[in-house]
């Protein structure tokens, strides 16, 4: 009876072990360690390439923080981007799966990493969180909009309001990442429009990447037009110049 009792004792314990093991949150990258921080390990976070050292209004990556040359020479229609990461390995890779493969686990990555940005920055938080909308085409071709889920949950954390429907796309767009700087500035005029008004409010953009400043830009104007009182971006990634 003795040796039953032990043999159950030991079958259990080695049970929990194995069940411990499956549901324990593995790290989406490496899928080997355990989840240290919105859905990373410790040593996976740690090695992601961070925006440390960037433009204070583009976000662009710099040798030097301070302003960058077109920010220097150029009034900007937002007003600040915060973008904590430099979209490059893994980055682009997680990015990418989010958009075209549908991982949308990595929206959580995402979301967190601006989060934990925003919380560290000095600023008023906004009234409305406006994630970069899509065409209703787009969104039914690839299933989803990636800002839109950024938005929410960044959203969730922080008790700030989500605009998904306080602009809109009035036209379909060529892929943005297809096309040089200036093509992109003419691709993207006249794509946004508002159908509620936004005045006096501090108004964040949410997008996954910011490449040229182009959309951003645009779609700000937009907002800065319809007399927001602030503008910024928030996005998860920078593209480097």
């Not at 790290?27 to 080997?32: A, S, T």
């Not at 970069?132 to 909009?145: C, D, H, L, S």
Request: glycine letters at 6%.
């Amino acid at each position: 009876m003795h040796a039953n009792h032990k043999a159950i004792t030991e079958a259990r314990h080695k049970l929990g072990i194995t069940l411990n093991w499956l549901l324990e949150p593995v790290c989406f990258l490496c899928e080997e360690n355990g989840e240290w921080r919105h859905g990373l390990c410790k040593h996976c976070w740690q090695h992601l390439p961070h925006n440390l050292l960037c433009c204070r209004i583009c976000a662009i990556p710099l040798a030097i923080e301070g302003l960058c040359g077109a920010c220097q020479a150029t009034a900007m229609a937002y007003d600040r981007i915060i973008a904590p990461t430099v979209y490059r390995h893994p980055i682009d890779q997680m990015l990418c799966s989010l958009k075209y493969a549908g991982r949308l686990q990595w929206a959580r990555t995402a979301a967190g990493l601006v989060v934990d940005c925003v919380l560290q920055q000095d600023l008023e938080l906004p009234h409305l969180l406006l994630p970069v909308p899509m065409t209703r085409k787009a969104i039914r071709q690839r299933g989803f909009n990636q800002s839109a889920y950024i938005a929410r949950l960044v959203g969730r954390q922080l008790k700030i309001k989500v605009g998904f429907d306080v602009v809109h796309k009035t036209r379909e767009t060529l892929r943005q990442s297809t096309l040089s700087r200036s093509q992109r500035q003419q691709n993207i005029v006249g794509a946004f429009a508002l159908t509620r008004p936004v005045a006096g409010t501090r108004i964040a953009i949410v997008d996954d990447v910011v490449t040229s400043c182009s959309t951003v830009a645009e779609l700000a104007g937009v907002l800065k037009a319809a007399q927001a009182s602030e503008v910024n971006v928030w996005a998860c990634a920078r593209t480097p110049a």
